[in-house]
């Protein structure tokens, strides 16, 4: 097993000195925690505070320091020591990573997890690695994010109208989480979903998996989805009826180097999904 390191290394922007993990509160760019926020030890503790989140602030915490699935846990902080060699002399976050963008989105996007040397070394979803350039990037030229440039927590990312979150907010190992993994965080992205449900009007759903998660969260808050339930492909729309009214689901396929560099995912696949939902989202 092996421990978190406590050698301190500076912030590629900042260059404030972090350990790695980073502890909660000691000034990481972005970091929502402090040393006073509640900590999930157990899958009942993340369906306990879940529930019991008033905003998004609080939620954003608490999701950022769970620690209720041992296995990513241990892998997240692992590799948070262990570090791939090019960010060596970096600190890594090593910690889930929460929610990202619009408080008030129109646009819900769900992802698959972060990546082990992206967020779970930058501390924001979709930061640091390809895919994030890929995904960001589209956002940008589509007008849903000030910049393409997307480096780290400190880079002056905003995004407009629109919230980026994950299923399973630790890095898995294998890019894998267990069934059991998957049930244990779903409270959280279902507490994402009730805070923002007034607001959005289309869900992005990043790859079949993500699909899946999203036609189960409409589900859980108590929607409907149809019978039978729509079936994910690239720019398939559904309409879900939510208690807050109609929403659409856009499916999209995932921006992983396996679909982009192949070219299953183009630039242009993906600006034409965000412009879709762009203006479903505009739509009277």
Not at 43 to 50: F, G, Q, R
Not at 66 to 95: F, I
Request: hydrophobic share 40%; proline share 8%; with cysteine.
């Amino acid at each position: 097993m092996m421990r978190p390191s406590h050698r301190q290394l500076p912030h590629p922007r900042t260059g404030d000195l972090f350990t790695s993990p980073v502890r909660p509160g000691s000034g990481w760019p972005g970091d929502p925690a402090t040393r006073r926020t509640a900590v999930a030890a157990t899958s009942a503790d993340v369906v306990t505070m879940a529930a019991a989140a008033r905003n998004l602030s609080q939620l954003d915490a608490e999701i950022s320091v769970c620690r209720a699935c041992p296995r990513l846990v241990q892998w997240r902080e692992d590799v948070a020591v262990e570090k791939r060699r090019s960010y060596a002399d970096q600190p890594y976050w090593g910690r889930p990573a929460p929610g990202f963008g619009s408080p008030r989105p129109r646009i819900f996007v769900v992802g698959l997890a972060p990546a082990a040397h992206g967020a779970n070394r930058t501390g924001r979803v979709f930061t640091g690695d390809r895919s994030g350039d890929f995904l960001f990037g589209s956002l940008y030229r589509t007008g849903l994010a000030n910049q393409q440039t997307v480096t780290d927590s400190a880079d002056g990312l905003v995004l407009n109208d629109i919230r980026v979150a994950a299923a399973v907010r630790c890095a898995p190992p294998g890019n894998a989480p267990t069934p059991a993994e998957r049930s244990t965080c779903a409270p959280w992205l279902d507490a994402e979903w009730r805070l923002t449900a007034g607001h959005v009007r289309v869900i992005v759903a990043l790859g079949g998996f993500a699909w899946q998660v999203a036609l189960a969260m409409i589900r859980r808050a108590g929607g409907a989805v149809g019978a039978p339930a729509p079936k994910f492909g690239h720019g398939v729309t559904a309409t879900l009826q939510t208690p807050a009214g109609d929403v659409a689901l856009l499916g999209c396929y995932h921006p992983s180097q396996q679909n982009t560099f192949t070219g299953r995912l183009t630039p242009a696949m993906m600006d034409d999904i965000f412009a879709t939902a762009l203006a479903i989202s505009r739509a009277e």
